[in-house]
């Protein structure tokens, strides 16, 4: 690999972002000297480098042969010091997914993209190959339960990499995700994101198509999707189709604390599979990544079994908050209508009995945006109730208000209240909170801390 024989100390500005860090990891493993600088010290970079803060032209190292420049809308030379003087350094200068397609040489690379469920797929196929004993390399765009790192050399020929369309960097438009030529790929449920970035559906299923050609052997899409089928229909190549009307499918499913369900493929059992995953998508991303595995003959029966049995999950992808209280509280990552709504209909599907309340924050550029208004009239459909919390100020443009927000879901049906102050919030929340109640907090964000307060006031006012 040219990268890793030609580098010895690679600095990272903007090192906080999930996929900057798992690759400051990857070089971190490989023997390469790492430094990196943010606005804040994250976990879980923070537990394996020194983060330097500010953003300043003095944290770069004078003797750096790499800097990695991160894709933060703040990290532009106009306005940051940092990334002036590191273009204007001399030094190799790079996105991360340029660094990750260079640490791929010689790796067999499964890619997983789509617009939801990339992250849990990457991560159960990465644990699944694990489980078998095949030391895959793996690359996960969030932080996993299960492999315990989103990053990690392994000794194996395969290389699991979460693929993301969004661009590489400020002065790179393309997708991430066309960096890597993989051998084989899965491109989970596909749905208009990103909006700021692709206007239109068009534009947005466009780096999709570009991915297809630089597939060289196994292509599986999802079949759901509002335009999975669009996408479908202009392929022009062998595909292996999963979900409704695909080759692979889920049936029998008996819901519970672990699910259990059949797998099969054009209607023969494969085998039985079982989860304590929650939510039909979750259903669906087990089926995907077994469709990966057994059309390419990645793994046995058995080893899938396994391996999805002792799958945990990830981070912020319906994870419980707490065990320490009876009231089931769950976090759904929520950058999109459709991960709400199927975080939505997990919660529903498992804790039918109770009053389900949403906690919900607007943190990425499509729930903010005016012609998203429309979305709120049934994003909350199952819901009880929803507690929107909007940051007074989080330095990004923002065309709608939280009165705008609020009277747009209640006027849905469903119970709505809005917030901007944090202690505020809290204080009504946990007066009202119920014992009949189910709990789901909902952003891709921060939320100002409540992710973590909530849980600790339920814990107090109803412990297990």
Partial sequence: MTLMQNVRKAHFIGIGGVGMSAVAKLLKDAGVEVTGSDEAV?????????????????????????????????LIPETNPEVAAALASGVRVASFPEVLAELVRGKK????????????????????????????????????????SPA??????????????????????????LHFKPLHALITPLAHDHFNVFPTPESYLKPFADLVPLVSKGLVVATSGALSGEFLKHLARPVVMYGEGGEYTATDIRWGE??????????????????SLLGEHNIENIVGVAALA???????????????????????????????TSIPIYEGFGSSKEKLQN??????????????????????????????????????????????????????????????????????GVEAYGFTDTQALLKEFGAALAKNEAVLLSSSGAMGGLI?????????KFPA
């Fill in 42 to 74: 994250y976990l879980p970079v923070s537990e394996f480098l020194a983060v330097r803060t500010p953003y300043a032209a003095a944290n770069i190292p004078a003797d750096a042969d790499l800097i990695v420049i991160g894709k933060n809308a703040k």
């Fill in 109 to 148: 690379v499964l890619l997983v993209a789509g617009s939801y469920g990339k992250s849990t797929c990457a991560a159960l196929l990465a644990h699944c190959l694990e489980r078998a004993g095949l030391e895959p390399s793996y690359f996960i765009g969030a932080s996993p339960i299960t492999p315990e």
């Fill in 152 to 177: 990690k050399f392994g000794s194996g020929e395969y290389f699991v990499i979460e693929g993301d369309e969004y661009p590489s960097s400020n002065t790179d438009p393309r997708s991430k995700f």
């Fill in 258 to 275: 672990r699910t259990r369900f059949t797998l099969i493929r054009k209607g023969q059992t494969l085998c039985e599979l079982e989860t």
């Fill in 294 to 324: 057994f059309s390419q003959k990645l793994l046995s029966a058995e080893e899938l079994a396994r391996g999805v049995a002792s799958f945990k999950g990830v981070r912020r992808r319906m994870d419980r908050r707490s065990e320490g």
């Fill in 343 to 412: 975080a939505i209909a997990a919660m529903k599907r498992h804790f039918p009995e109770r009053r389900l309340v949403v906690v919900f924050e607007p943190h990425t550029f499509s729930w903010r945006q005016s012609k998203a208004l429309p979305w709120y009239d049934d994003a909350f459909a199952g819901a009880a109730e929803v507690v929107v919390y909007c940051p007074p100020e989080d330095g990004k443009t923002t065309e709608l208000t939280t009165e705008e927000i609020v009277k747009r879901i209640s006027a849905s």
């Fill in 452 to 460: 973590e307060e909530i849980p600790k006031l339920a814990e107090e």
